[in-house]
């Protein structure tokens, strides 16, 4: 790219590649050797699109024929117009040249041109018969392109889908558009970047028995007897992934304030059950109107309800579409939907502004868009529904996978260059919607709310109608800052642009060490990603302590700079400790990095906690679990007791956000204690921790919360897995309902999750009566069910070794298999990966049947995985299987035999060394600290009446388990 800041020698290269450029034979033979980039040129522009599309939808006649006029601009003298256009055909098109000093009229007809359709590439190109210069800077040209092209089924570009008209008993077609990212070339022959905005008037035939809407209102339709026209107003300068659509014969109810006149269209059937949701609409739009200080901008927005949408919703301008029961309201008592439809609706709602009015240059900003929206989505909807607590929902929904989008994705920056129609995909994903919405969370706080937001407003007021790059914003943002007194003076006060770039351009997220020398009274702060990889950031830094215990100023107090290690005086840091205080970095976790504390810090915070734990905010009660979890994974912990400190205090605990942490934490420790001595003695300290609040939520006469909602599985899943009775008692009842009375449980939030939990731990202790009961159920259930699915995956979880041994036995060698051969391998591997006491079985059974089970599809794959996880004592014996199992492969001659894992592979026993190494390293310290601390409660049954329902000073009132129900889910695929 030439540009004016570039070298002498490097601006006469460029010159001279341009007049090659402009060489026809050298374009020819360029043309021929290398390929055309993936992004258009710039040297035209649109000016405005006339787009008319006619339908005959309604006849069940999926080709639709389009018209579409283009005014462009020449702003670099070229041999061709490039345009975006993908699966459209028949193409007739006319150039016409603008006259400059009148471009409403048409010039003369320019007739030396032809085109070339580059399908693989989505590129109508236009140029000349004869290689030349046809298109001179400056000049202006009118492009009138007739095409057709057919509607499909799946949400991309110009769909169909059909209803049940239950007033006439008839079928009526519907046709809509879904342009984002890159389907608007699949409507029309459109310049299809974000950056190419221009004005759009789109104009529709269609039935008369059918109606339409778009982006903007009607302005008048013409009707032609069976047919009907209608022509909308034209729209604002905007990007083309914004154009939309919909032809129907939708109702609507409408509501108009400040001018803004909002729809709800929906079926005759299901438009009472959007009223909710318009109310919605106008408080919202109206919310976000004051809180930026800039209007909606168009004369109406209306919300589509269809049968199938691309994901939940579509943001279009003017026009946002919705999948039907994403919008429209099904049951009035369940609260948790209701709260996530009207969080999902002002996501959409936000994006008017952020990606309507102000647009990304290009998707390498996608964050830009889905961030602000995402975030702005959750403020604007606890501004007006204060008692939902949709703050403490942004937890567990968006910061718990932001924290933990490394494990589970792919890393990239927020801002990264993407450039084929896969990859611009790919990028509406976790890191551009739940980190860069976490991101934006910590800069709101760190520069004061006010601050931050009017940083937002003047960048959208200066850009709109516009497009940015993450620079506009940081410029924007570091105006702001300069203009607040209480920042004059501070290191980074001209930095905000560097600030937000470190966290823009980073791959992981940082953990802060906080490291206090309790005799020269300084603190040593370092900062490391949470992988390898060298990086490093300004992180805004705030404090909590013993003396000033206050959580709810979240502005930054110091920001670290980004260096391995920096040490600061509690002078200079403006903090007041002596030895025993406690002091918490990143009040209420608005900052997205782990924090970890030497230990006699965290033991004071643990002496806190059993004192009164209400005074350090739940967030940060929940943040010191979320944050030690890594170090326990690690084995790096210097102190095991430390965490047991910290978890003494949670008999107490009623917030849902600190035990859904916390949960994670036992369910850990759980699994790395599992075939330890102090095993029971464990179960027995979590039972103490757990009952309070199991009895308050699981009790039949326990009062809904709904606020505990997203803790209520991995409470449900400690409490029976420390053998708590009520726990096992309640499971059974309700596993034995809807196995033998089809009784369903009620609904819950996370339906799946708790479904299969359920039934887990209901089946955990049978009797030998029940579990013959529940085998011969099995037996006489039909396979194509999901019935038959959830005693298949419920029996998994028996902790008896002999029931165990029987359900293999019918499952996989049983004369009539349950399973299929290639689907039983790949269950019996989940199994033994997540059910420990299912191991010793599982291996016995391979021992014992291993020459039936290498005739099935998968067993090498099956026995590779289970290598994974042989304890060091069991070492022998699984080189003593893998040789019989390879000499009866050899014998057999099975052409797996060569996949079969080494014995002396790095694989062997690899997901166990960390737990072999925490129970070296921990497994006595933790067995004195539970019997020194479980003296002092004679029974569980005396240390349950010392505990007071209300007391200790408390304001009373997404994790492992997570992991684990995505992997049942894709199990049930694999068995469908």
Known sequence: MCTAYLTPIVLLLCAASWAYYLDPAALEAQRLVSPRPLRLPNDTYPLSYHLHISSNVHLRNWRFSGNTTIDIEIRQSTNEIVLHAKNLSDFQITVRRLESTRPEFEGELVDDLTHTFEP?????IIHPLQKYVAFEAGQRYRLQILYTALMGTRPRGLYWMDYKDEANNSTVFVAATQSE???????????????????????????????????????????HGELTTTTFQTTPVMSTYLVAFVISNFESISETYRGVTQSVYATHHMLDKGRSALKNAVKAVATLEDYFGLSYTLPKLDHVALKRNHGS????????????????????????????????????????????????????????????????????????????????????????????????????????????????????????????????????????????????????????????????????????????????????????????????????????SVIRNYENDTITFRQQSIHSKSEHWWI???????????????????????????????????????????????????????????????????????????????????????????????????????IFELLKYLQFEQHAMAWNQAANTIELLERNLFAA?????????????????????????????????????????????ADLPECLEYTKNVTRDYLFKRISFQSEPD??????????????????????????????TDRETSFFDDIIYALRCTQNQHHLQHYLNILITHNSSLMPERDSMLYLGYVYKTSMAARPVIWHFIDQNYKRLCHFPFFVQLFNDIADFIPQQQRANFSALRQNIKAYMKQEQLADVETLLPRDSNRVGRRLRSIEQFSEKFELKIDNWLRRELSEHKSDALALSALSPIGNGSNRSRGLLRAASELVSSAFAMLV
């Open 120 to 124: 693989n590439d989505s590129f109508l």
């Open 181 to 223: 990212p890159t389907y608007a070339r699949l409507i029309f022959p459109c310049y299809d970047e974000p950056a190419f905005k221009s004005n759009f008037s789109i104009k529709l035939t269609h039935s008369s028995s059918l109606m339409a809407v778009s982006n903007m209102p009607v302005q008048k339709l013409e009707n």
């Open 313 to 512: 919703a579509m943001e279009n301008w003017g026009l946002i579409t919705y999948k039907e029961d994403c919008l429209m309201l099904q049951d009035t008592n369940d609260d948790h939907k209701r709260v996530k439809d009207m969080l999902m609706q002002n996501h959409e709602i936000s994006h008017q502004w952020f990606g309507n009015l102000v647009s990304p240059e290009w998707w390498s900003y996608v964050w830009m868009n889905e961030g602000f929206a995402t975030y702005f989505g959750y403020i604007i909807t606890d501004l007006l529904y204060p008692k939902d607590k949709v703050m403490d929902m942004f937890i567990h929904d968006e910061a718990d996978h932001a924290f933990s989008y490394s494990s589970f994705f792919d890393v990239r920056p927020m801002t990264s260059y993407v450039e084929t129609e896969e990859d611009i995909l790919n990028v509406f994903d976790i890191i551009s919607y739940k980190r860069s919405a976490c991101v934006i969370k910590m800069f709101h706080h760190a520069l004061h709310q006010k601050t931050f937001v009017r940083g937002v407003s003047n960048y959208l007021r200066k850009f709109q109608y516009s497009v940015v790059n993450e620079l506009d914003l940081f410029d924007a943002l570091q105006s702001s800052v300069l203009e607040d007194q209480r920042f004059q003076g501070q290191p980074w006060l001209h930095k905000v642009r560097d600030i937000l770039l470190s966290w823009a351009h980073s791959e992981w997220l940082p953990i802060v």
């Open 540 to 642: 805004p830094l705030n404090f909590a302590s013993a003396k000033s215990p206050s959580f709810e100023h979240t502005h930054v107090d110091y920001f670290m700079p980004p260096l391995l290690q920096h040490t600061l005086s509690l002078e200079q840091l403006q903090l007041q400790l002596s030895g025993r205080d406690w002091l918490i970095v990143n009040k209420q976790q608005t900052g997205l990095y782990h924090v970890l504390y030497d230990t006699d810090n965290l033991q004071a915070i643990a002496r806190q906690l059993q004192r009164n734990h209400s005074v350090i905010h739940p967030m940060n009660r929940a943040a010191l679990f979320q944050d030690l979890a890594p170090l326990i994974e690690r084995n790096e912990i210097d102190s095991v007791e430390v």
């Open 677 to 721: 001595n102090c095993h029971q003695l464990f179960k027995q300290f979590v039972r103490r921790l757990v009952t309070p609040i199991f009895l308050q939520l699981f009790q039949p006469e326990a009062e809904a919360n709904q606020h505990f909602n997203h803790a209520r599985t991995e409470l449900l899943q400690i409490a029976c897995k």
């Open 751 to 780: 339906y799946y999750a708790m479904h299969d939990v359920m039934l887990c731990m209901g089946v955990r202790y049978l009797s030998n009566e029940h579990f013959i009961k529940i085998m011969d159920l099995l037996q006489i």
